[in-house]
T-cell receptor, first 113, second 114 residues
């Protein structure tokens, strides 16, 4: 049973470009969470999705950031017009229901130059 | 405003001794607590949890203690092993009203010396 998959593992973007981060949850998991970890910081919740629905996006910046979890395919975290402050590790987690422990992917390290 | 605080950024312990990692929280609505372990370049992995109806939960070498009145929990690792060297995150969440999303502390980096 494969774990949570994230790709790419490393992503370099120039300021102003778009970044797309992908997350495939564990098999049987329909709940996906995105977190961001800045250097020397803990994990900060961004958004919680269940197939085709955004359940909670209270941690997501209002501009430039969006997330989706379509019926088919991985969940996507999209950052438009990236800035240096977006450089961070972005982790995806999944759970079978919204009440269980979350299983994390290996993360995508975004570097904005 | 940090609702979950891990005040020690790092901890160094000798192999075979006890490691004690501490965590404090401020939100009275939190009633479920988790510890995650993270190696470099990997995602966090769930280690152990405790519900607020308990004050202790044990799993092998790992024991979590909860002091609700002090809003404090701790993770004990006995005996510590070099492979335990990692960053440990404390997390807390509610269990009602849909508040199942955990709030994480900043982590404590544990180094176990051989």
């Amino acid at each position: 049973n494969a774990g949570v998959m994230q790709n790419p593992r490393h992503l370099v973007r120039r300021r102003g470009q778009e970044a797309r981060l992908r997350c495939s949850p564990m098999k049987g998991h329909s709940h996906v969470y995105w977190y961001r970890q800045l250097p020397e910081e803990g994990l900060k919740f961004m958004v919680y999705l269940q197939k085709e629905n955004i359940i909670d996006e209270s941690g997501m910046p209002k501009e430039r950031f969006s997330a989706e979890f379509p019926k088919e395919g991985p969940s996507i975290l999209r950052i438009q017009q990236v800035v240096r402050g977006d450089s961070a590790a972005y982790f995806c987690a999944s759970s079978p229901t919204g009440q269980d422990e979350q299983y994390f992917g290996p993360g995508t390290r975004l570097t904005v130059t | 405003d940090q609702q979950v605080k891990q005040n020690s950024p790092s901890l160094s312990v000798q192999e075979g001794r006890i490691s004690i990692l501490n965590c404090d929280y401020t939100n009275s609505m939190f009633d479920y607590f988790l510890w995650y372990k993270k190696y470099p370049a990997e995602g966090p992995t769930f280690l152990i949890s405790i519900s607020s109806i308990k004050d202790k939960n044990e799993d092998g070498r790992f024991t979590v203690f909860l002091n609700k009145s002090a809003k404090h929990l701790s993770l004990h690792i006995v005996p510590s092993q070099p492979g335990d060297s990692a960053v440990y995150f404390c997390a807390a969440r509610g269990s009602s009203g849909g508040s199942y999303i955990p709030t994480f502390g900043r982590g404590t980096s544990l180094i176990v010396h051989p």
